[in-house]
Structure formats: C-alpha cells, structure tokens
RNA sequence: GCCGGUGUGAUGGAAUUGGUAGACGUGCUUGACUCAAAAUCAAGUGUCUUCGGACGUGCCGGUUCGAGUCCGGCCACCGGCACCA
C-alpha cells in the first residue's frame, strides 16, 4: 500500500483543478439551475492567511463542491479588497509603493487560497486596485452624484488622531478607532457624504423578504434605528416656533421645560433676545471641546444653561415653560432639539431634579417623585391630560397626532438614527474621487470619458497634520481645468473609503471583464441575486449595509434587476485560540494555515476547522484534536487503497449505514451542520472497519467525502479507477429513505416516567404487542407487582410509559 | 440602561425540536503488537453507591405520564447599541 502522502497528492490535484478549470462557471447553460456562493473577499494583509479564514472559506466551498455535484451551474468566485490602510501604513515605513506591496500579498494570499484546494473560479478574480475595477467604482460614485445621493458638506465629524483620517460613524467602536484603537476626536471639516438615510425605510423593511439570520437583521434594525412619532410645534417669546421630535405626544400635558442641543442655529439667531448669550457662549465651547466619548463618559451627570430671556409655550395648554441647552440633546438627532416630559423620562427626570424644575405626572402608576415612570407597553393610563385622561397611552397617541394636525401645531413622524455616510479619506491608497472644484461652477464631476481617474504617484504616502490627504502635494495632478468652463480647476485630493470597492463587488465577479459597463446586462440576468452569502457579524452594520445600500442605488437606475444583493445571508463563529481567547500577535496565539498543512495537510485542516464546533459559535483551536481528523483520513486512505473487485453495489452488511450517511450528510450540509456531518462519515468508516466495504460502498463514501476533503478522495477514486471523470465531477449521491429505517428498534420502558428497562421490538410494532413484551420484561414484572397500572403511553419506537400506583 | 445570544462529562461538542442525555472527536485507563517507545489495533471511561439502585444538562420554582428542550423568577459569561427624545 502507498503512504497517504498527502504533500504530494494535495498539489498534483490543485495543478489538475487549475489547469483543467474544473470549477469554471458556465453562463449560458440554460440546462441546469444557477447557483451563486459568495464568501467575503480578503483584504491582502502582509500576514498572509489567518486560520480564521479557512473556516466560511472551506464552509462554503463545501457547499459550492455539493451543488455542482447536484447539477447546478455554480459560480463560487473569489478576489482582493485590497485597498486600505495596513498597506498604506507598510508603505510609509519601507518606502515600497502600495502597489508592489498589494501584488506580492494578493499573490501570497492566491497561493495561500490554492493551496487549502478551494473551488473557486480563478479566472473571475478581482482586485478592488486595479483601476479597470474601480474605474467603475468611480463610477457608481459620478452616478450617485448626478442623483443627488453624493454631496459635500461641513461638519463635525470623527476624526482618527493616530490615523490621521476621517472614520464612518460604523468605524467608531467606543469613542475610538475601530482599526488602531487611538481616540476620536471631533472635528469640524467639508467631507464627500452619501445619502444612506434617503434608503433607510427600505433597508429596515426590504430585510423582512430576506432570508439572512435573525441576528443580522435585528443588528442592522438597531443600527438604522427606527422610531415613530410626532414633530411637535412649540410657539416661542422669541417669535421663531420651536420645533421637536417625540415618541410619546401623548405625553404633552407633561412637557414641562424644553432642551436645545448647544449647536442648534436658534442660539446664534436668538443672540440679541438671550440676556445671557456669555454663559451660553461659555457651554457651547466647553460641549464642543468634548470627544464623543467624554460625553458618553460624563452621561450620568447632567449639565446645562437655561436661556433667560425666551421662553416656549405648551400648544396643548398655552403654558409659558423655559428653554434650556444642554449635551444631553443630540444637534444630529430629530429637530436638535425636545420637549422634556421629567415624570416619564429618565434623562429629563435626572435634569429636572437637578434644575428644580416642575414634574407633571400625566400617566398613572408611577412614583414620580422618586424616579421617572417610564411606561413601555402603552397601557398606562392619562391623567392630568385634558382631553386624554382615561385613555391608555396607546389610544392617546393617534388621538393627540389627530389633535396637533387639527391644530396645525405638529404631525405624525418617523425618525432614524441612522447617519449619512461620511465618505472621504485623507489618504493615498484608496480610489480617487473623480470630482473637480472649480471657483465658478462649484464641484464638478469628471465626465465618465475620463474614467478611471488613475491614483497618481507620490513620492511620500505620509498623512498630514492638517487633515489633508497626502495627494494633495501632487499639485501637477491636482491642477486641472474645470470639465465645464474650462477654466483652472483642482481636483479633489481626498479619497474613497475601503468598503466603496467592496459595496459592489460581486457584480463584477458575473461578467469580470466588461470593458463597457460594471456588468453586462445578460450576466446580471442569468446570475440575478447571491443565493448564498456567508460572512462576519462584524460586517453586518458596515459592508453588509452599505452594499444594501449601493445595491439598491443601481437598482433604481436601472443597472440590477433586484432590490437586494442577498438572497440568504449566514455568518459564522471566529477562530479564537488555544485559551479561548482572541488570537492576535501580541498574545502569540496565532496559528498559521501553512504549519497545519506542512505538518497534517490541506485536507485534515479543512476537516478539522469543519470539526472543530457548532459553525455559528466561537469555537478554541485545539492542536491535539487536528490528529483526530487526520487519523480519519489515514483510515480512510487505508480502506481505499485496498484493491476492491466486484460490482458497484452495497454490501448488505453495510447498506443500512450508508443510507442514512447520505441523508444525514445531504441534510448537514445545507444547514451548515458539517461537525454532525462529518461525526456521521467517521461513524461510516468505523463501520467500514468492521465490515469490509464492497466497491460500490467506498465508491458512495469518497462520494460523500469529496466536498470535505477533496484531494484525498481524487486520488483514492484514481487508484481504485471508478471512473474517467473526476470524483468531484459525479452526480451527488442519492438516499433510499426506507434504507435508512432499521428493522427492530430499542426502546425504553418507564415506569412513571422513570426508565426502567430497555426492550427490542420489530420497528412499528402495535402499542398491544409492544405491551406484551414489555410485561413479559423480568424488570417490569418486578417493579409493577403489586402495583395498579392506571395508564400507558406509547411513543412509536421511542418508548412506552407505564403509569402505576401502589394498591 | 436597552437589544440579542450562550450555559450539557476531564475537554471540543451531539441530542430526531417535549420522548432512552452525553453521538463523533480529544484526553485518560487497560490490553495486544514491540527489547522499548511512538504509531496502529481492541476494550473501557458522567457522578455517587451498601451493587438493589440513587442522582445528573448554571440556580430556584412551575406545567406535563415525561423537560437539556416549554413557562415564571434569578445568576454568570459573550456580542451589539447607548443621553437617539
């Protein structure tokens, strides 16, 4: 017998795959059902794979392996996210440019992938930096921008002060960068925006056709944080009308003072009506010194100013109430501004104790001396509240909206927490934004003829103290002439974000090479939607969303032909290290994919990584439990080198077993259980060793095997020449269910609910016959004598229950 | 604080969705082979036990003939959001 030299087996097999194009995708076959798998691209990081990759990689290759066995047309693609900050970073310490560094890690990464033996079809690869990419990066962009979706504004915004770069709010993790961890500052500049909050109603209801896991959708509700509610006029002394945004309208009778953010524009209009503009000057400075996360720190205590001079009047009741500011109203949220109702909300109870202001009870149940009642499911009820006392809050809120409309002080509203998304970077590795600013005619997008706007190059990638990108040096790049007047002009220095290339790259993997559009109209209708999308929980509020987003933009003009991206959308569990804890450098826990593969191999690391827990979960590396996999396969590799003769038929020894492998494989698979489905394959081979497989029992079991461990099972179905195709090229195999039904059966007999005994009956025996030879059980006997047997239950081939009393 | 999740042997994890708890793997024990070790193969392995049994899925209670699974109340850990009106 030949040793299972896996070194050599695994690479004959890759170059076979590679050079035959094995799992090419084929468009046009109208034959056969398409089936579209998609795994997040990598970013090239000089580290090379981590173990936590193999793990949706080989998950989803599995999958992919399955359907095309099944007869599918399945397109399983794979490519580099490639632009980003670690490169960049990389390149200003060794001075290489970015584009050196990102070839030779894509090509380390490619050799990587190969070497895991992964399905993809490599001649659909993208790479986010090659500028035939994100010419149509730009692209989108330009369109967005004609639609009024890209616009650039001035405001505070985050800002990395280690990165030197502007964050999305979704890059902020805890007031701090979610990449190098350095604080957040806030900081006032003219960003490129774009519009997510225009599709936020779509984003939060379009999930509810999805098939994505209900964690994923509850996240991204959160996230885009949908509220409803009423704008509410309040008439001011100052003449302007005050305008808020409320949940409970119902609760007005209750508004006893108002709060102003310290950046609302009323303050500065006010200036000459507050007799105290110095004190209100003083707390706008110090509120804007704050990060955002010191103002999160310091939220227990509430600070603020109020307005002399100007005071607000309640419209349901006429009632003169005073105006505050304070850092506990969000400028970005609702009007900037609130009616504070201290009886029933936490913040406004804590400021109106503080500041001694009146607290109104209006709906009944609480204490509200001693702490705000805050009612949550709408059945408390109105008091002090005129025309809505007696009625439960959920009755009083359309009455009070019928009201304010009547009145023409206030109407119905829905208010999201969701932001627009700060979408300029002030650094040199990422698409340029084809914009120019020209003194007279403003900004002007580049006309699409001169797309790509190639990244120019640059002598230092260094980012500047003064916030500007690093391209803004180039000035031979920079000056330009306006594509509208003609006359001089600069372009834009800053740069696109990492996740633009990514909002949209699985389009471009249906038709990679389309000089003349970012996909061609027949590749968008054949591959339509990703029936299948695997990837992290950490993307679910940033790639995930904003490539909804995008998605749903090309859709409106006509470029797709779905609303959404995803069909189905899963995630899995992170590789965590021997400890249970994160694996990361400095803690020395990193395990490498090329170790495991040098010492054990391709295919017991795909195994193992399948093995190691519940897909979904964390789950801990254990190196001792990698040896488990790879003495599967050594025993695999011994059964399958026996020379076998015979026809493909099962063995009746064995026939049983391997139909309920192949149901229970088949079933694992499609719900991500592969550790069941590989526990149930070693189940098999453990019966293999107990009674000699036949030819067409090892043939169904390196069928079976073959998505796991593909290379091991190519060569064993070489020596045993099953056929002139290729294992992974066989119609996947079929079960029998009656097969899968042994014909007696164990089952346990309780007494009250207790077992007692075990007993083997004919599968579906009558309850009556089962009864018989359960009382003819010497156990039985024994424990019901002298008992009185009030009932039975009987659980077809599961159990039978005897209820007894004693006489 | 709000939203979500998890808790099962020494250990990673199974359990037909209310029906024999601990599949499969690791580890450990014993045996075979070996001068010996490794590898391999075989048997065993929840706890306690007076060997009749008794107990056992984070804790307390409930529903049920029957609960890891359902309900109520706690505890612990993990993830997300957080002064969002």
């Not at 826990?589 to 979960?617: C, H, Q, S, W």
Request: hydrophobic share 35%; net charge negative; proline share 5%.
């Amino acid at each position: 017998m030949a040793d299972y030299e896996f070194n050599r087996i695994e690479k004959k097999w890759q170059k076979r795959w590679l050079d035959e194009k094995t799992y090419a995708a084929v468009t046009g076959d109208t034959t056969r059902e398409k089936f579209y798998a998609l795994v997040e691209f990598p970013y090239p990081s000089g580290q090379g794979l981590h173990v936590g990759h193999p793990r949706p990689y080989t998950a989803m290759d599995i999958i992919a392996r399955k359907r095309r066995m099944q007869g599918y047309n399945v397109l399983f693609p794979i490519g580099f996210d490639a632009f980003g900050l670690p490169t960049e970073n990389y390149a200003i310490k060794t001075h290489i440019h970015p584009r050196e560094v990102t070839k030779q890690n894509i090509a380390t990464f490619t050799s990587q992938l190969q070497m895991l033996g992964y399905s993809f079809d490599w001649d659909r690869a993208v790479d986010t930096t090659d500028p035939d990419y994100y010419k149509w990066t730009q692209w989108i962009f330009l369109q967005m921008y004609k639609n009024g979706l890209a616009y650039k504004a001035s405001m505070p915004v985050n800002w990395c002060t280690s990165c030197k770069v502007v964050l999305a709010n979704e890059e902020v993790v805890d007031g701090v960068c979610e990449r190098c961890g350095a604080p957040v500052i806030r900081k006032e500049k003219s960003q490129w925006m774009l519009k997510i909050t225009e599709y936020a109603e779509r984003l939060i209801d379009d999930l509810d056709e999805l098939d994505f896991i209900e964690r994923v959708k509850i996240q991204q509700k959160n996230w885009i944080g949908r509220s409803t509610g009423a704008n509410v006029k309040f008439a001011t002394t100052a003449g302007d009308d005050l305008m808020v945004f409320t949940t409970r309208p119902d609760t007005l009778f209750g508004a006893t003072y108002m709060v102003m953010s310290p950046e609302h524009a009323y303050l500065d209009k006010w200036a000459d009506v507050i007799s105290n503009m110095d004190e209100v000057r003083q707390y706008q400075v110090e509120a804007g010194k704050k990060s955002d996360f010191e103002r999160t720190e310091l939220a227990k205590e509430k600070t603020g100013v109020k307005l002399a001079g100007v005071e607000a009047i309640n419209p349901v009741n006429g009632k003169k109430i005073p105006i505050f500011i304070s850092d506990y109203v969000l400028a970005t949220y609702g009007t900037g501004a609130i009616m504070a109702v201290p009886a029933h909300d936490t913040r406004d109870w804590e400021f109106a104790k503080k500041f001694d202001l009146e607290i109104i009870e209006v709906v009944e149940g609480g204490n509200v001396d001693e702490e705000a009642f805050t009612v949550k499911d709408d059945s408390g009820i109105m008091i002090n509240s005129d025309f809505l006392n007696g009625m439960t809050a959920k009755e009083a809120i359309p009455a009070m909206i019928q009201w304010l409309e009547e009145h023409d002080v206030g109407s119905k509203q829905v208010n999201y927490k969701l932001r627009d998304w700060v979408f300029s970077r002030q650094r040199y590795w990422g698409e340029p934004i084809p914009m120019v600013h020209c003194d007279k005619c403003g900004w002007v997008p580049l006309p699409e003829s001169e797309l790509p706007l190639l990244l120019p190059d640059v002598e230092d990638y260094e980012p500047t103290d003064n916030g500007e990108s690093p391209i803004a040096k180039m000035t031979d790049w920079v000056n330009t002439t306006c594509p509208q007047c003609g006359a001089p002009a600069q372009r834009e220095t800053d740069t696109m974000p990492n996740w633009a290339g990514s909002s949209w790259y699985f389009l471009r993997y249906m038709d990679p090479n389309n000089s003349e559009a970012l996909v061609g109209k027949d590749a968008v209708e054949y591959w339509n939607q990703i029936d299948w999308y695997n990837g992290g929980m950490e993307h679910t509020t940033l790639h995930l969303l904003y490539s909804r987003f995008w998605h749903k933009f090309l859709y409106d003009i006509g470029v797709v032909p779905t609303k959404e991206p995803y069909a189905k959308r899963t995630s899995h569990g992170m590789i965590l290290g021997e400890g249970g804890e994160k694996m990361s450098k400095s803690r020395g826990n990193v395990v490498n994919p090329n170790d495991v593969v040098n010492e054990f191999g391709a295919d017991t690391l795909r195994l193992y990584i399948m093995f190691i827990g519940d897909f979904e979960k964390a789950a801990p590396w254990n190196p001792t439990a990698v040896k488990g996999c790879k003495k599967f396969l050594d025993r695999v590799w011994k059964l399958g080198c026996e020379k076998l003769e015979g026809d493909l038929s099962y063995s009746a020894a064995n026939e049983k077993e391997i139909h309920k492998t192949i149901k229970k494989v088949s079933e694992d698979i499609d719900k991500m259980k592969f550790n069941t489905a590989i526990a149930q394959l070693m189940t098999l081979v453990n019966q293999f060793n107990q009674n000699k497989p036949s030819r067409g029992d090892l043939k169904v079991l390196l069928e079976l095997l073959s998505p796991f461990a593909p290379h091991i099972v190519e060569e064993l179905w070489e020596i045993q020449q099953f056929d002139e195709k290729m294992a992974c090229q066989q119609p996947w195999p079929e079960y029998d269910e009656e097969k899968t039904v042994d014909s007696s059966v164990e089952i346990a007999v309780q007494i009250n609910g207790k077992v007692k005994s075990k007993i083997t009956i004919p599968m579906d025996a009558d309850e009556d016959s089962v009864y018989e030879a359960v009382m003819a059980d010497e156990k039985i006997q024994k424990a019901t004598d002298g008992m009185n047997i009030i009932k039975r239950i009987y659980i077809k081939n599961r159990l039978m229950n005897i209820i007894v009393k004693p006489q």
